[in-house]
């Protein structure tokens, strides 16, 4: 079975960056593709992005081109994604999520807090 | 980008009673749809992948339909833990994309 952990909660000031990890344990890690969703406290889901581990390359949505970027280190199981010039609309929870087979997100990360507060 | 609508945003219900949700695309995603479904303080879970396969686990009382560019989510008869948001989710531009939708809120009338 598969398992995300994800790092804790922070805390970050405006304008500063956060990176946040996802370890995957179960499944061989190098097949898939680990993306990001984040969460604003009472919306929806957002698309961030994520990337395939062996192949290194990364996908981006276009509201984020920029200011984020995902990685994978393949030796860890754990895949990382970093948020640059943070602002206060950047307060949500971050999930780091598994495409699986079918290409959809089957495994979920238990999400990470990220608050932005001056 | 393709843009996806649900309807209605929030749906109050019985139990026992059906609930139907639906998802319009904004241009065809042809069958590559997904619905999770969201319970407070948790991470979403698969639903339904490919418009109308249900992921591992999920009872038979949920089922999906639709192609192009409307789907619809079914809960035949509903039970306690199935209030909750569902958020439908289209792939057809992956890579680079994924989108969601706003999701519809399922709540206890």
């Known amino acids: 079975q598969v398992q995300l952990v994800q790092s804790g909660a922070e805390v970050k000031k405006p304008g500063s960056s956060v990176k946040v990890s996802c370890k995957a344990s179960?499944?061989?890690?190098?097949?898939?593709?680990i993306n990001w969703v984040r969460q604003a406290p009472g919306q929806g889901l957002e698309w961030m992005g994520g990337t395939i581990p062996t192949v290194g390359t990364a996908n981006y949505a276009q509201k984020f081109q920029g200011r984020v970027t995902v990685t994978a280190d393949e030796s860890t199981g754990t895949a990382y994604m970093e948020l640059s010039s943070l602002r206060s609309e950047d307060t949500a929870v971050y999930y780091c999520s598994r495409v699986g087979e079918q290409y959809y997100f089957d495994f979920w990360g238990q999400g990470t807090l990220v608050t932005v507060s001056s | 980008e393709i843009v996806l609508t649900q309807s209605p945003a929030t749906l109050s219900l019985s139990l026992g009673e059906r609930a139907t949700l639906s998802c319009r695309a904004s241009?065809?995603?042809?069958?590559?749809l997904a619905w999770y479904q969201q319970k407070p303080g948790q991470a979403p879970r698969l639903v339904i992948y490919?418009?109308?396969n249900r992921a591992a686990g999920i009872p038979a009382r949920f089922s999906g339909s639709g192609s192009g560019t409307d789907f619809t989510l079914t809960i035949s008869s509903l039970e306690p833990e199935d209030f909750a948001v569902y958020y439908c989710q289209q792939r057809r531009n992956w890579p680079p994309g994924f989108t969601f939708g706003p999701g519809t809120k399922v709540d206890i009338k």
């Open positions: 179960g499944g061989t890690f190098s097949n898939y593709a």
């Open positions: 490919d418009a109308s």
């Open positions: 241009q065809s995603v042809n069958n590559y």
